[in-house]
C-alpha cells in the first residue's frame, strides 16, 4: 500500500508544483482541473500520513514491549500497537477506495429532467415533491440550482421541469439518481382513501462543454416564443423563450426562465448539448454495466428504481434493495444515506474489477 501511495505523492508534488505556474493561474479550465486533481490528491496524502503514523507506532510500541524495563511503559505500547493494528485494516479499505480510478465525467456539473409519468395529476403533484427533494439537497450540499425550463401540473406540481445543477463532483453523486421513482399514496383527489401508485422519471445529465460536443448550426432549428408561466398565460409579450431542435437526432431543448432572449438560448444550447453528450454516455454506461454486471448505473432510463410508500413511511431503492422507514426526511432532503450507499455498492463492484491490482 505505502508503495503505491509514494507514487501518489510524485504525482501529488508535481500537482502542488503546477498549481502556482502563471501559465496555470491564467488558463481557467485548466487551472480548474489541476485545482480538482490537487484536492482529491489532498485527501489521499492526508491518509498516507496517517498510515506512516500508525505504522510508526507499532514498530516504537514494539521496541518498548522488547526492552520491557518499564511495565507501565510496556502496557501503554501494547494499548496504542492494538489501536493501531485495529485501525489499519480500515484505512487499507478507506485507501482503496480513494485510489479507484474517478469517472472523468463525475466532477462535472448536471442538468437533472424530472418527468410526470403514469398517474395523471397525481404523478405531476409528486414530481414537484421530488423537485422539491432534490433543491433542498442540494442547498444543504452548497450547490447551486438554476430552472431552465418547466410545465405546470393542472393540479400542482409539475407535468415535467429541467434544472441546471452548479457545484462540486455534482454528477457523480446525482448519476445514481436517474431512473423511474414510483410513489404508493391516497392522492388529495381521492375521496374514498385509496391508494395509488404513480411514477415520475428522473434523468440527470453532466453538463458539457464547447469542446465535448460540437454542434453544427446548420443541424439546429431555432424557434422563439413568449415565455408561459401558472395556467399557461404568456408573462412576457417579448419573444424571449427559446426552443432548439437538433434535426438529426430530433432532440429538443428549451429555456423560458430568462428574462432575456440571448440568456435563454445559451442555456438551451447547453442543454442540447448536455443531452447529444448524455447519447453516448448512457450506450458506454449500457456497456459498462452490462460487462460488470453492475446493479446501480445499467443506463436504462426505464428502469424502476425506487418506491415512496407513504402509509409505510417506507422508501426502497430496489437496485440494492435498501429500505428505509424514515419517508418524512428523505422527501425532505435527506437523501445523503441512500446515495452513501449507492455510491459503496458502485465503488466494490469497481473494486472487484481492479481487486488483483491492490
Same mark, same amino acid.
Given at each position: 500500500m ?7 505523492k ?7 508544483? $503546477?498549481? #502556482?505556474?502563471?501559465d ?10 489541476i485545482n480538482?486533481?490537487y484536492?482529491d ?5 492526508d491518509? +498516507?500520513?496517517e498510515?506512516l503514523a500508525?505504522?510508526?507506532n507499532?514498530?516504537e ?5 522488547a ?15 492494538d ?9 487499507d ?9 474517478k ?9 437533472m429532467?424530472? +418527468?410526470?409519468?403514469?398517474?395523471g395529476d397525481?404523478?405531476?403533484? *409528486?414530481?414537484?415533491? $421530488?423537485? +422539491? ?24 406540481? *409539475?407535468?415535467? #421541469?429541467q434544472?441546471?445543477?452548479n457545484g ?9 439518481e ?5 410513489v ?5 383527489t381521492e ?13 440527470v *445529465? ?7 460536443v460540437q454542434?453544427e448550426?446548420?443541424d439546429?432549428r =431555432?424557434?422563439?416564443f413568449?415565455?408561459?408561466g401558472p395556467g399557461g398565460q ?13 434535426t ?19 442555456k438551451a444550447?447547453?442543454v ?8 453516448e $454516455?448512457?450506450?458506454k ?6 460487462? +460488470?454486471g453492475s ?7 426505464s428502469a424502476? =428504481?425506487?418506491?415512496?410508500n ?7 431503492d430496489?437496485r440494492?434493495?435498501l429500505t ?13 444515506k ?5 455510491q ?7 473494486l472487484k474489477?481492479?481487486?488483483?491490482? *491492490?
Amino acid at each position: 500500500m505505502l508503495e503505491k501511495l509514494q507514487i501518489v505523492k510524485q504525482r501529488f508534488d508535481e500537482v502542488s508544483d $503546477l498549481i #502556482i505556474q502563471p501559465d496555470i493561474i491564467t488558463d481557467q479550465k485548466r487551472y480548474i482541473q489541476i485545482n480538482k486533481e490537487y484536492k482529491d490528491l489532498r485527501i489521499l496524502m492526508d491518509k +498516507r500520513e496517517e498510515y506512516l503514523a500508525l505504522t510508526n507506532n507499532i514498530e516504537e510500541a514494539k521496541e518498548i514491549i522488547a526492552d520491557g524495563s518499564d511495565t507501565e511503559m510496556v502496557e501503554m505500547a501494547k494499548m496504542e500497537m492494538d489501536e493501531a493494528k485495529e485501525r489499519i485494516p480500515m484505512l487499507d479499505e478507506e485507501i482503496k477506495f480513494l485510489l479507484i480510478p474517478k469517472d472523468p465525467e463525475d466532477a462535472k456539473n448536471a442538468v437533472m429532467e424530472i +418527468r410526470a409519468g403514469t398517474g395523471g395529476d397525481e404523478a405531476s403533484i *409528486f414530481a414537484g415533491d $421530488l423537485f +422539491r427533494m432534490y433543491t433542498k439537497y442540494c442547498e444543504g450540499r452548497g450547490w447551486k440550482t438554476s430552472v431552465v425550463d418547466f410545465s405546470e401540473g393542472t393540479s400542482g406540481g *409539475f407535468k415535467e #421541469i429541467q434544472l441546471e445543477i452548479n457545484g462540486e463532483d455534482v454528477y457523480g453523486v446525482l448519476k445514481f439518481e436517474a431512473g423511474v421513482h414510483r410513489v404508493q399514496r391516497v392522492p388529495q383527489t381521492e375521496t374514498q382513501g385509496r391508494v395509488h401508485t404513480s411514477a415520475a422519471t428522473v434523468m440527470v *445529465f453532466p453538463e458539457a462543454e464547447e469542446f465535448d460536443v460540437q454542434i453544427e448550426m446548420k443541424d439546429v432549428r =431555432i424557434d422563439y416564443f413568449c415565455s408561459s408561466g401558472p395556467g399557461g398565460q404568456s408573462v412576457n409579450t417579448t419573444y424571449s423563450a427559446v426552443r432548439l431542435t437538433h434535426t438529426p437526432t430530433g432532440l429538443v431543448a428549451q429555456c423560458q426562465d430568462q428574462k432575456s432572449q440571448h440568456k435563454n438560448k445559451e442555456k438551451a444550447f447547453k442543454v442540447l448539448r448536455s443531452r447529444l453528450y448524455d447519447l453516448e $454516455l448512457a450506450k458506454k454506461q449500457a456497456e459498462d454495466a452490462l460487462k +460488470r454486471g453492475s446493479m446501480v448505473t445499467s443506463g436504462d432510463r426505464s428502469a424502476k =428504481i425506487r418506491t415512496y410508500n407513504y402509509s409505510q413511511g417506507r422508501v426502497t431503492d430496489h437496485r440494492i434493495n435498501l429500505t428505509l422507514y424514515d419517508l418524512g426526511n428523505i422527501i425532505n432532503g435527506d437523501i445523503q444515506k441512500i446515495i452513501d450507499e449507492l455510491q459503496l455498492v458502485n465503488n466494490t463492484e469497481k473494486l472487484k474489477e481492479t481487486g488483483e491490482t *491492490f
